[in-house]
């Protein structure tokens, strides 16, 4: 039986990343089918000058939860379970592991507070370009444009170009 609902996550992680970030995706077994991921990347943290580098990428899940259970699940059991403490103000900290939700199939709207599809998509490379890798056609629900073209432009815009890391296994 295929899951209802396709979900592009994006992950992050610079606090013992090599470790974090792998398991982050094996959790995420526990909530649908991973059925596609990324390359993993290292990129320069964004505002935060000094921390050390991320591991970021992105999965797409198959689910039938719906969004809020989802978003409540990913910080109760993935970000938790991997030690993130999340503080008033936090949104620059070092962390173990940060899982957001950045495409829900077609949906533009809120899931909590946070607006779907992720701006960042629009903002920032490290969420860009393992998303384009995964669904370089798939269409931004609000810009019209693929995530190939976005992913693009952002990179001919950057001055650090994020590295790939093939030797983060992702598999069990």
């Not at 403490?85 to 899982?99: H, K, L």
């Not at 507070?113 to 998509?121: E, G, L, Y």
């Not at 798939?138 to 810009?143: I, N, Q, R």
Request: zero cysteines; aromatic letters at 4%; hydrophobic letters at 45%.
């Amino acid at each position: 039986m295929t899951a209802s609902h396709r979900v592009y996550l994006v992950l992050g992680s610079n606090v013992d990343s090599t470790r974090n970030y792998p398991a982050a995706v094996r959790l995420l077994e526990k909530l649908g089918e991973v059925a596609a991921a990324s390359p993993v990347y290292e990129t320069e943290p964004v505002g935060m000058p000094g921390a050390e580098r991320f591991l970021n990428g992105a999965v797409l899940l198959r689910t039938d939860l719906t969004p809020a259970d989802l978003k409540a699940r990913l910080r109760n059991e993935i970000e938790h379970a991997l030690g993130r403490v999340r503080t008033q103000g936090d949104g620059w900290a070092p962390r173990t592991i940060d899982v957001d939700i950045a495409l829900w199939d077609d949906m533009v709207g809120e899931i909590g507070a946070r607006h779907v599809p992720d701006p960042d998509i629009l903002r920032h490379l490290h969420v860009a370009r393992p998303l384009a890798d995964l669904a370089p056609d798939l269409v931004h629900p609000e810009t019209g444009r693929t995530l190939a073209a976005i992913a693009g432009d952002l990179e001919a815009a950057s001055a650090a170009l994020p590295v790939p890391r093939p030797d983060i296994i992702l598999g069990s």
